[in-house]
């Protein structure tokens, strides 16, 4: 594709006509560095669309006229980075191309007020105006498919999240995590106003706020103070240091797995921002829902996509309903089953074709846990009491440091409630039907009428339903998917990128 640069409004829709593409959007006002280099190159890498990047510095974005005129202009050597690292077309209006003087059609926003009532938003009057302002007509002249945009402005992203549900605009955003310069501090295009010392101070600032967040993975709390107390003894001006939820910027709450420590500092004239993301544990993503649903294929691959741990809960209940039918255990006798629990072990073990075996007691039931058999009695030894207690006491010491993905019957209701994400994840009758019955790994379902497999799953659904103990239902929070029509893939694309909604990619840096 012939490398182009559009300087006028009019000419965007020309253009988009002619790609027959898809577009990714970088917005950016210049002055680029290594962090809008690797927005440039995570667009061209994650898909074949076009790439496109916009250079406009933007004026309603400027708290004063002279911070306006002594932004780094660096317009030739943008367009350079801009095409060798992977921009297929660049567009830089000017100012009366975005702000047609008189033109009645553009639509000045207003960020959120509770995203706007702390942070940058406290002494930034109409910053984030500004920014809504130019970002929603950059989109609607573009008509982008993703929009790519870097967490170190976090704020900045939460609100154009909102920006974009607000409007109800079908673009997706892909979010980069905050990148940093050698010594540790974020990148950004004020940093060559800095003096020796004063790239000293931010970066005194930026190691306090990591050495909090390593501080904070082993005492789960942190002290505002004594980092204020820290920063103040380098004579650093702060503006604001704060530990908030990180989707509501209020103030975080006792039961938050995940917040946000996030400060600015003033250096000389130079304002500098900066975060991190304290986490208890690593997150949790939970997976229910029928049986046929897919659950157990979605979850292996969004795992495996993740690199998260895969816990199949089904298979855990399996393996205890077929040791409790072959050693011929009364599992109606509840009490005696706690002495028969203590010597009971299961593990997962990754086998040579990368999938996952199940083993109790050290033998491996892997193929022997899918058959009918084990498919009819699972749910009743499953709605036991003392079934239900043990293993979920034993699916909870497996996600106690997080970092997995669950699927289940009761993961976001009763194993993982504070699970970052939960899905309920179904399908009709009929189509749960025909894939059991071309599931090579089911045992028995090739050999079942698809009536009779119809009403198995009905009468199991039933009795997952309506057991006294932990039953199937849809946690509140949980976002229901129905997966008829949709393969495999999409299924696990629409969760990833759901997960990627709440869980900052920060968080996966080490």
């Not at 706690?338 to 074709?353: A, H, P, R």
């Not at 036991?384 to 497996?398: C, P, T």
């Amino acid at each position: 594709m012939k490398k182009v640069i559009i300087r006028k409004t009019e000419e965007i829709e020309n253009w988009r006509r002619n790609i027959n593409s898809e577009i990714n959007f970088i917005p950016t006002m210049g002055n680029l560095h290594n962090g809008h280099i690797k927005l440039i190159s995570t667009a061209k890498n994650d898909n074949s669309n076009v790439n496109l990047v916009s250079i406009f510095i933007n004026p309603l974005q400027f708290d004063s006229k002279l911070d306006l005129e002594n932004y780094p202009k660096t317009i030739y050597n943008d367009i350079k980075i801009s095409f060798s690292n992977g921009a297929d077309a660049i567009f830089i209006p000017n100012n009366e191309d975005i702000y047609p003087p008189n033109n009645k059609n553009i639509k000045f926003l207003k960020a959120p007020t509770e995203l706007t009532s702390a942070l940058c938003g406290l002494n930034r009057i109409g910053h984030f105006d500004g920014v809504c302002t130019v970002v929603y007509r950059l989109l609607n002249l573009i008509k982008p498919k993703n929009l790519y945009l870097g967490e170190k402005d976090w704020q900045q992203l939460l609100i154009l999240k909102n920006l974009l549900r607000r409007e109800k605009l079908n673009i997706a955003i892909k979010s980069v995590p905050t990148q940093r310069d050698f010594d540790g501090i974020p990148l950004s295009s004020r940093n060559l106003h800095l003096s020796k010392n004063q790239r000293k101070l931010i970066r005194f600032f930026s190691s306090e706020l990591l050495e909090a967040k390593i501080n904070f993975q082993q005492e789960k709390k942190i002290n505002l103070n004594e980092i204020i107390k820290k920063l103040s003894a380098k004579k650093i001006s702060i503006e604001y240091l704060e530990h908030l939820d990180p989707y509501t910027l209020q103030k975080t709450k006792p039961e938050d797995n995940i917040s946000l420590l996030a400060g600015a500092i003033r250096c000389g004239k130079t304002r500098l921002i900066d975060h991190v993301f304290l986490m208890k544990r690593r997150p949790i993503i939970a997976i229910d829902g029928p049986a046929g649903s897919g659950k157990s294929t979605v979850t292996k691959l969004i795992a495996k996509k993740l690199k998260l741990l895969y816990l199949d809960t089904g298979a855990m209940y399996r393996a205890l309903s077929w040791l409790l039918i072959k050693e011929k255990i009364d599992y109606k006798k509840e009490k005696k089953l706690q002495n028969i629990f203590k010597d009971i072990s299961i593990v997962f073990k990754s086998n040579t074709n990368s999938h996952q075996d199940v083993f109790i007691n050290n033998y491996c039931v892997t193929e022997e846990i899918r058959s009918q058999k084990i498919s009819s009695i699972v749910s009743k030894i499953s709605s036991i009491k003392e079934v239900r207690k043990f293993l979920v006491e034993e699916q909870r010491k497996i996600g106690e440091s997080g970092g997995l993905v669950a699927e289940g019957r009761d993961i976001g209701t009763t194993v993982f409630p504070n699970a970052e994400l939960k899905i309920f994840l179904t399908a009709s009758i009929d189509e749960r039907a025909k894939r059991r019955k071309s599931d090579k790994n089911s045992k028995d379902s090739l050999e079942i009428d698809l009536h009779k497999l119809k009403e198995l799953i009905k009468k199991r659904d039933f009795e997952d339903s309506t057991r006294e103990i932990s039953p199937l239902i849809k946690a509140n929070d949980a976002i229901e998917i129905i997966t008829d029509g949709y393969s495999i893939n999409e299924v696990v694309d629409q969760i990833i990128n759901l997960y990627y909604d709440k869980i900052p990619k920060e968080t996966e840096i080490k």
